[in-house]
């Protein structure tokens, strides 16, 4: 059988601060096919956990015109720029990635993570978007006594929750964030198949 194989160079055709397009030729036997690719810059998502509870961010998201619960994180580079830049020199974007989940925990929930260790990495979920999402597990912390550091703009109040108490918030949809609901299925999961 086959492989889908890409042809040629990929091409960018639209380039923001945080968003790209790009079109690639998919070439299998004698059909090519042109697709489409939204690419932005990976984030990362924290598991912050102490007593059997997880810390949410109850954050207003513009999109929604709402708040909003999901982990806290954010962006591993500010810019697509950057992004590729450190793609072209081949960095360890994990190595990045939990970088920027140490700093966004401190700014988003004023917590300094003392022990944090990658748990998943979400792809985006299809063929045309691609946007990981790098997940970190804080099980040792200390709260900072300077509280959160939030950007301009962001309106973000933490809450500790039990697993019944996010489940309940995935069903009613107000965990909005899918990936994050799939990944903390996962991470629940695992503790139960430690105990």
């Known amino acids: ?70 982990l806290p994180g954010g962006k591993v580079f500010d810019t697509l720029k950057e992004y590729k830049q450190a793609m072209t020199q081949s960095q360890d974007v994990l190595l990045r990635a939990k970088k920027a989940a140490e700093k966004e925990c401190l700014e988003e929930t004023g917590i300094v993570p003392k022990n944090i260790n990658f748990f998943y990495l979400s792809h985006s979920g299809g063929p045309t978007v691609e946007w990981d999402l790098y997940y970190f597990i804080v099980d040792s912390f200390e709260e900072n006594a300077g509280g959160q550091k939030l950007g301009l703009g962001e309106d973000i109040k933490t809450e500790w929750k039990t697993q019944k108490e996010i489940e309940e918030l995935c069903v009613e949809n107000k965990i909005n964030e899918d990936r994050t609901v799939g990944v903390l299925f996962k991470f629940f999961r695992s503790k139960q198949n430690k105990n």
């Open 1 to 70: 059988m086959e492989k889908l194989e890409q042809s040629g160079k990929e091409e960018t055709v639209f380039q923001g601060q945080i968003f790209e397009v790009i079109k690639k030729l998919m070439k299998k036997g004698n059909k090519v096919v042109e697709f489409e690719i939204a690419r932005r810059a990976p984030g990362t998502r924290l598991i912050i956990i102490k007593n059997d509870k997880v810390l949410l961010s109850k954050e207003f998201r513009y999109e929604l015109n709402d708040y909003d619960y999901r």
